[in-house]
């Protein structure tokens, strides 16, 4: 069979078979994924952010490839064949699992709303009629929509025309949220369970049937594209660096030792001592990619306009809600994948902008700002200095540590009750310059495990530098507020700074008042 290549700027010619090749031609859900852009507001702050899902779902595979054919030799042989027993592919052989590995990398992103993670959370709750499993908070609304959509319909076919069961394929590409699916039964019992889901979870139990170590095998196969080291963590972290040039270099991270260095776990990915080095230039590289650019006090604060936004440009634009609402459902039709882009999101903006420019109110505030990029927004805090000097760092570590308590696991409906309660104390601020508050989402913690000849150990347990960097980030602001400085001014007479140490303070009593309780 022949192949095909498509040149890479981080990681050079990724190869393809012509099946693969033609698959992602013809595939409606792998195209629509040109359109949804990769890090949501921030080319706001560095223009040059223009990646989509497209190409880091590509980027995604190629790792997961090279991760996966350096595991598999290592992993038990007679075990690897029950594996393929139990899912049913014991005559395709080993490199079955190699595929099915592979094209989870692929297709790991194809739930994501437009803009990403700017709305990923947020089209469920303003959706009437979304399907009750993200009401249950079993699972982040992207993979939830990317295992419904696999267990359903349209993209189920295309995956079959592959060559490939799409079951197989949905338990490697979402194996974290099938499990817990597996694990709560209040959404099978009551609510049943959509498409060929069913199907789906009767794999995983069969493969539970076989025993804790060759579910341990599973998990280990499906850790290469979403565990605490992945494919996916991998190749973002290096194309986002390259993307936006902030921090340092791509070439800081060593891909092929970090890869030559890998072994399999039970359950996880772990590494020989050797690659210490190496994890920590990945790791500072990451925690630049965080500091300067995920959790940027201007990508944070327009990523809230468009959330504060969302709800009435749905009210406003049918066509987009009802696509909206079928695509996160499962059950989309070819036409509702080309309008549930950034593109129609955008558009449907200016729309709603145009159409109410003679009004007044917070909703066109935020969309011209969106639509023009100023503001008289402004963050309290910036920088971790900034933080810090307001608060003291016992204090900042408090707050903190509040806000990581009351996010949970990182549901969108925990950060909504943050901002409430937040808002509830600072009503004053909230009635004189407006008020915004913007708690990231964003997952920083690297817990791998590395071994050496007589010992085990985190990462962090084991190199200073990163348990630096682990604790520099305890210290850097979790929560972000927001005021207009004009109004503020004008409608109250006050400034910036004596707002910022009044809202420090607040919240540092909000922590005390929390930890005195509990």
Known sequence: MGFKEIRDPVHGWVRLSEDEAKYI?????????????????????????????????????YLAERMVRRLIGDLDQARLRTLLEALNLYDEGIEALVTYVKMSGLHHDIGHPPLSHVLDGYMSINLDGADEAYSLG????????????????????HV????????????????????RIWRITSYTKHRGVPGSLGTILELYRDVEGQ????????????????????????????????????????????VD???????PGKGYLIFDDKAKAFLEGYMIARYNLYKWVYTHHKVLLYSEFVRESIGQILSHNRGLRDSALRFINGNPAESDLDRYVDYAVMYSISDYYYSHVDEKGPILEYLDSIMHRRTEWRALWKRDEDYISLMGVGNALLVNRLID???????????????EAISDKLTDLKGCGGLIVSVPLFEVEFKVIIKGGDYTATIDEASPLVK??????????????????????ESCGLNMADVSRAVASRLVSMAQSYFNKH
């Open 257 to 263: 030792r970090l890869i030559t260095y890998l072994h």
């Open 25 to 61: 031609d013809e595939c409606p859900y792998i195209q629509r994924l040109r359109h949804i852009s990769q890090d949501g507001m921030v080319p706001y702050v560095y223009p040059s952010a223009k990646g989509t899902r497209f190409e880091h779902s590509l980027g995604t595979m």
């Open 405 to 419: 308590e009351l996010k949970g696991e990182g549901s969108v409906k925990n950060v909504l009750k943050i901002k």
């Open 211 to 254: 025993g804790e170590e060759y579910v341990l095998l599973l998990e280990t196969l499906s850790s290469i594209v979403s565990g605490p080291f992945d494919a996916d963590r991998l190749d973002y972290t290096l194309r986002d660096i390259y993307m936006t040039g902030a921090g340092s270099g791509s070439n800081a991270i060593d």
């Open 160 to 179: 079959t025309r592959l060559g490939l069961d799409p079951d197989t394929l949905a338990l490697f590409t979402f194996y974290k949220l099938i499990k």
């Open 468 to 489: 630096a960097i682990s604790l520099s980030w305890e210290q850097a602001p979790h929560i972000f507020i927001y005021t207009n400085a004009r109004r503020l001014r």
């Open 138 to 157: 079993i699972g982040k609304e992207h993979e939830v929509a990317g295992l419904l959509n696999l267990s359903t319909g349209m993209l189920r076919r």
